[in-house]
């Protein structure tokens, strides 16, 4: 080799050091930088989360939040409590009933109500006014727009009646539990559901604001979903304030029970207790209807309280085969005894079979 190309060739190694350290050092300079970006999340996670509930599990997209922006999730704790899991459930059972012909079955309230396509059923079915939107939308702008439509009509009826509307396109599309029931409640009171919600069902929500700097900040705000959810109606007024009149009711009841029972010489002289187990709500149904019940669908002793609200659900379902909407009383209302709750089912009975022979 030559001492040209010797030293040709030890100034490209020198340069090419030169390019390595240079390259190391950026790499070095970049490294630190990292270092000390993670040190100030750190610190700021560190800042933070005393104000974080304990539990709560704050994941990386709900922090992705424009200055002043606000995200509300559901305390785990909450959402494990025995009094909400039962509120679900009912609202689910309800919704379930209700599309029963559409032969749509919800199983998750949040897998199954953000796209709107369950709401819009829904409301259609409770209210009997049909919404303008597409049956069927896959994309995200589509189900937002069938949102929007549902939300519009289902505010519009219930906000006049006093209503606080705790949902929007956003909460629920994003499937937002609380909204979701917030809304599914509103819906089941106003238009009256018989179904009973369990009362003052409150849950704790985790409220995460993005302040300035990329400060998060965060709390727990307790929500109340159910209040007392019993609704008032006449026999309320007859109970509270007119005692008298309610006797009056109550006779004019046994006197037609008893008109009809007495055919297989049966008589009520009591109307809270003879009822209780079913058994002459379903025979009187038959006697009204004139067919025979077969003894095999209903408990003709029960011994059991799951064998006494069998009968009374079963009465339930005679009553709607015979033309009669389903009673605002639960089953286990009338088996426990619940006065209002009978007197509203024979009320019913007696309203549209008053002139049977």
């Keep these: 080799m030559s001492g040209t190309s010797a030293t040709t060739q030890s100034a490209k190694m020198k340069k090419d050091e030169s390019f390595l350290g240079k390259l190391g050092g950026t790499l070095a300079r970049k490294k630190k930088a990292k270092e000390v970006s993670d040190l100030h999340e750190e610190g700021k996670n560190a800042i933070n989360a005393p104000m974080l509930p304990t539990g709560?599990?704050?994941?990386?997209?709900?922090?992705?939040?424009?200055?002043?922006?606000?995200?509300?999730?559901?305390?785990?704790?909450?959402?494990?409590?025995?009094?909400f899991k039962d509120l679900l459930k009912v609202l689910i059972d309800w919704i379930n009933s209700e599309l029963e012909e559409d032969r749509i079955i919800v199983k998750d309230l949040e897998e199954d109500c953000y796209d709107g396509q369950v709401l819009q059923k829904l409301f259609e079915k409770?209210?009997?006014?049909?919404?303008?939107?597409?049956?069927?939308t896959q994309s995200e702008i589509g189900q937002k727009q069938k949102l929007q439509t549902v939300l519009e009509a289902v505010n519009e009826l219930l906000r006049p009646h006093g209503w606080t509307i705790e949902w929007n396109v956003d909460s629920i599309h994003s499937k937002n539990l609380v909204s979701i029931v917030y809304l599914l409640v509103a819906l089941a009171m106003h238009f009256q559901a018989p179904i009973r919600l369990p009362e003052h069902v409150s849950v704790q929500v985790v409220v995460v604001k993005q302040k300035r700097e990329g400060i998060l900040q965060t709390a727990l705000v307790t929500k109340e979903l159910t209040s007392t959810t019993e609704y008032r109606d006449a026999f309320d007024t007859l109970l509270d304030?007119?005692?008298?009149?309610?006797?009056?009711?109550?006779?004019?009841?046994?006197?037609?029970?008893?008109?009809?029972?007495?055919k297989l010489n049966l008589e009520v002289t009591e109307l809270e207790s003879q009822f209780a187990d079913g058994v002459y709500l379903v025979l009187l149904m038959g006697l009204l209807e004139d067919y025979f019940v077969p003894l095999y669908n209903?408990?003709?002793?029960?011994?059991?309280?799951?064998?006494?609200?069998?009968?009374?659900?079963?009465?339930?379902e005679l009553m709607q085969d015979g033309g009669l909407k389903k009673p605002k009383a639960r089953p286990e209302d009338v088996v426990n005894l619940n006065l209002k709750s009978t007197l509203r089912v024979l009320y019913n009975l007696f309203t549209n079979y008053k002139n049977s022979d």
Aim: hydrophobic content about 40%.
């Design 56 to 83: 709560t599990d704050i994941h990386p997209e709900d922090t992705l939040l424009e200055e002043n922006a606000e995200r509300i999730m559901l305390d785990p704790t909450s959402r494990e409590s025995l009094k």
């Design 241 to 262: 304030h007119a005692p008298d009149k309610l006797n009056v009711v109550k006779t004019s009841l046994i006197t037609f029970v008893n008109k009809h029972l007495n």
């Design 298 to 316: 209903f408990f003709l002793t029960p011994e059991s309280f799951e064998q006494k609200v069998h009968n009374v659900a079963f009465a339930f």
């Design 126 to 136: 409770l209210s009997g006014r049909k919404l303008n939107v597409a049956e069927v």
